[in-house]
């Protein structure tokens, strides 16, 4: 579905991701994990397309197509959501209300008839029952004084809603207490298909006890320097990150 | 279909969408002023001996009067000698239906998207349209008389109501009040002059659209109103203007007067010219508007969506003289490029327990400079009057300005005054937020400033909403990025 190759990418001059390669087929749920620093969030913003950063290297190709050439809003109408790690306000536009526009701008796109508001106020419905939200949570102004939970639940509803082909979901377990997370996560395996693909970025390896990943990347020091299953998720909880550190401090 | 929906559709056009003009045989004035030009204009409207004086009297007042300079606004001056005071579109005979119009009158209508006929069929506005300073049309004129409501040309009214006019004409913004106001009062052209009986709830929303044809011509319209005891009015003005190189003068003048218990909604949508990208061009709209809330438990609501003009110097004002009265001003005004606006209101709390609001939305983008300018005063006799005033700005890029002017005078020490005032920036975050969920540039910033603006847009009657809400978006596209 995703392949990314070589990828550099800087900020300001400053080199962050260097030499990116990671492969992600559907129905496969990869963890990219690493320490503070290490180019997570970059690697989920560059692949959202923020234009903050210069691609300086490599490619990535997102179902046969040069994703880097496309607009953040053509990737996202080509199946490509984040789940922010810092899901931003918009007063005044309820969630609702900004979805609607979402959703008939990605239908457009696509070269689909816009729903009416019959077709919508069913769809959402749908994935509310999904995601476990509140009615009223979505005539608020988007994120506008919503707890961290709220935030992050109504960042899984608008992936519901959107029904994305690769979900990247950063670090959507931070500020989350335990109950909030079992609902995310639900959420996210809920949505889950074989035609689907998860990248899930996370410092702690709690998230992963609920979406159960394929593949564990280490990120660090902008490379990826391990990769596994499972048990390197498990590895990374017990012993933390240090001795990955001192492996490519080694090398 | 809903409003997103039809903002969306008709986002793709970058240029000034009313920027065309239409060839009328007009019936002009020479250019300047002079007391025999105001003699030309008067004697064209065939006017009473009273209103002639009334006008030289204005005149004599202006010259002696020099034009304000307080506002945050910059522009070359204005040479009152070049301007053309009067245009009429010619007519051979006026019309006494629709049938009867300048056909290319009635496409001038279509393209702004007000067909009278369909305006009278569909949404049930009476509309009397102003055309370069004479009306043209007045439509509903019948079913409105039926209530005693009266809905006509100020020209007209001088015939037909002469009482009426001779009694509150000026009463609310006397000749001398300022520097427009006198010049408009000496030249003024036409307008619309509006009555609603005692008693009476008008069942429908007037209408005026206003729009500037000629060139050079300076549009002085007046528009007066008046409510009754106990009666009711929603009153909605739409600006547009084509677009043209040289600056052209708008001045008008809009009274109310509300009797007790009376209430009116005023809402103006204003998209004047303003100007291109460089700064050429473009409406001056120094207007002067203000009502009276004359009787006990009156109320009068002044709504405006400011989005064009080069220039803007408004501030649409309440004087609260009855007890318990209430004065309103929601406001939303957009600049871009190289526009100015200074706007804002006057709340004057003369009577007992009267109350204020003031919500004052500024959006700037480009290189312009927008502020809000206000006046709370509360008068000696004004026990236990209130006054809530909220006035946000948002930014757009870092080469436009926000100001807020807020005045206070309290001389009653029961008053309660509250001010709030926030700045925030359209950010890159917010935009890109949306982007990631599909949505393009254009409309992230339509769908922003339409959740900034919200709670002055929602008092907007509903089909003013749907075209407010486009201008928003059209004036400010392509100012992110």
Same mark, same amino acid.
């Given at each position: 579905m995703i392949s990314i190759k070589n990828l550099h990418a800087s900020i300001e001059d400053k080199e962050i991701l260097k030499g990116i390669d990671l492969e992600v087929k559907a129905g496969e749920v990869h963890a990219i994990m690493g320490p503070n620093g290490s180019g997570k969030s970059t690697l989920a913003s560059v692949l959202a397309g923020r234009e903050d950063y210069e691609i300086t290297e490599g490619s990535v190709t997102f179902e046969n197509e040069d994703l880097l050439e496309l607009s953040p809003e053509e990737r996202a109408q080509k199946g490509i959501f984040l789940a922010f790690q810092y899901p931003v306000e918009i007063p005044g536009v309820s969630t609702t209300n900004f979805l609607k526009t979402a959703i008939n701008q990605v239908r457009e796109a696509r070269g689909q008839k816009a729903l009416d508001a019959v077709h919508f106020l069913k769809l959402m419905k749908e994935k509310m029952k999904l995601v476990d939200i509140d009615q009223a949570l979505l005539s608020r102004s988007l994120n506008e004084g919503f707890s961290g939970g709220e935030k992050k639940r109504n960042e899984i509803f608008q992936m519901a809603m959107l029904e994305p082909k690769l979900a990247v979901l950063d670090e959507t377990d931070s500020g989350l207490d335990i109950d909030a997370l079992k609902i995310v996560a639900d959420g996210v395996n809920t949505l889950?298909?074989?035609?689907?693909?998860? &990248? @899930?970025?996370?410092? /702690?390896? *709690?998230?992963?006890? /609920?979406? @159960?990943?394929? /593949? @564990?990347? @280490?990120? /660090?020091?902008? *490379? &990826?320097?391990k990769s596994g299953d499972k048990s390197l998720a498990f590895e990374l909880e017990e012993k933390g990150y240090d001795w990955i550190k001192e492996e490519v401090a080694a090398i | 279909m809903s409003t997103d929906e039809q903002i969306l559709e008709e986002f793709t056009s970058k240029e000034y969408e009313h920027g065309w003009s239409v060839d009328f045989e007009a019936d002009e004035a020479p250019l300047g002023i002079n007391d025999d030009i105001i003699r030309f204009i008067s004697a064209k409207k065939e006017e009473p001996e009273w209103l002639l004086e009334w006008? +030289?009297?204005?005149?004599k007042q202006w010259q002696k009067?020099?034009?304000?300079?307080?506002?945050?606004? =910059?522009?070359? =001056?204005?040479?009152?000698?070049?301007?053309?005071?009067y245009s009429a579109p010619k007519q051979d005979k006026k019309p006494k239906s629709l049938d009867e119009v300048d056909p290319e009158l009635l496409k001038t209508f279509e393209r702004l998207g007000i067909s009278l006929q369909e305006q009278k069929r569909l949404t049930g506005v009476a509309v009397d349209a102003v055309i370069d300073s004479v009306s043209v049309a007045t439509t509903f004129k019948e079913k409105l008389s039926e209530l005693g409501v009266i809905f006509c040309s100020f020209s007209e009214a001088v015939h037909e109501h002469p009482e009426l006019i001779k009694k509150y004409l000026g009463s609310v913004v006397p000749a001398n009040d300022n520097y427009f106001a006198a010049l408009n009062s000496a030249v003024f052209s036409d307008g619309s002059f509006c009555y609603i009986p005692k008693g009476v709830r008008c069942p429908m929303e007037l209408s005026t659209y206003f729009r500037i044809n000629a060139a050079n011509t300076g549009q002085f319209e007046r528009t007066l109103i008046v409510a009754e005891?106990?009666?009711?009015?929603?009153? +909605?003005?739409?600006?547009?203007?084509?677009? $043209?190189?040289?600056?052209?003068?708008? !001045?008008?003048?809009?009274?109310?007067? !509300?009797?007790?218990? #009376?209430?009116?909604?005023?809402?103006?949508?204003?998209?004047?010219?303003?100007g291109d990208k460089n700064g050429k061009? %473009?409406?001056?709209?120094?207007?002067?508007? $203000?009502?009276?809330c !004359?009787?006990?438990?009156?109320?009068?609501?002044?709504?405006?969506?400011?989005?064009g003009s080069a220039v803007t110097w408004k501030y649409p004002s309440c004087i609260l003289k009855g007890d318990n009265s209430i004065g309103e001003f929601y406001s939303v005004a957009v600049t871009n490029n190289h526009q100015q606006a200074d706007t804002g209101t006057k709340m004057i709390h003369l009577g007992k327990n009267t109350?204020? $609001?003031?919500?004052?939305?500024?959006?700037?983008a480009g290189k312009s400079q927008n502020s809000y300018r206000g006046q709370v005063e509360i008068m000696k006799r004004a026990e236990n009057a209130r006054n809530f005033s909220q006035c946000d700005s948002l930014l757009m890029g870092d080469k436009c300005g926000a100001h807020t002017f807020p005045y206070i005078d309290i001389k009653n020490k029961s008053a309660q005054v509250e001010h709030e005032a926030t700045t925030s920036k359209i950010g890159e975050d917010q935009i890109f937020y949306c982007?990631? $969920?599909?949505?393009?540039?254009?409309?992230?910033? #339509?769908?922003?400033?339409? %959740?900034? #603006?919200?709670?002055?847009?929602?008092?907007?009657?509903?089909?003013?909403?749907v075209e407010a809400r486009k201008l928003l978006a059209l004036t400010l596209e392509g100012s992110v990025g």
């Open positions: 889950k298909t074989k035609d689907t693909a998860t &990248i @899930v970025v996370t410092h /702690y390896q *709690r998230l992963l006890e /609920y979406i @159960v990943p394929d /593949y @564990v990347h @280490v990120l /660090y020091q902008g *490379r &990826i320097v | 006008r +030289l009297k204005a005149f009067m020099t034009e304000p300079n307080w506002a945050n606004v =910059k522009y070359p =001056k204005v040479d009152y000698q070049s301007i053309r005071y005891d106990d009666s009711y009015v929603s009153y +909605l003005e739409g600006c547009t203007a084509p677009q $043209r190189d040289e600056n052209q003068l708008h !001045a008008a003048v809009v009274e109310i007067y !509300a009797a007790k218990n #009376a209430e009116v909604k005023y809402s103006t949508v204003q998209n004047w010219y303003p061009g %473009g409406i001056y709209n120094f207007v002067t508007k $203000r009502g009276i !004359a009787g006990d438990h009156s109320k009068i609501s002044w709504t405006q969506v400011e989005t109350r204020s $609001r003031i919500v004052s939305k500024g959006i700037s982007q990631q $969920r599909g949505i393009d540039e254009e409309t992230a910033v #339509a769908l922003i400033v339409g %959740g900034f #603006a919200k709670e002055v847009m929602n008092k907007l009657p509903m089909e003013f909403a």
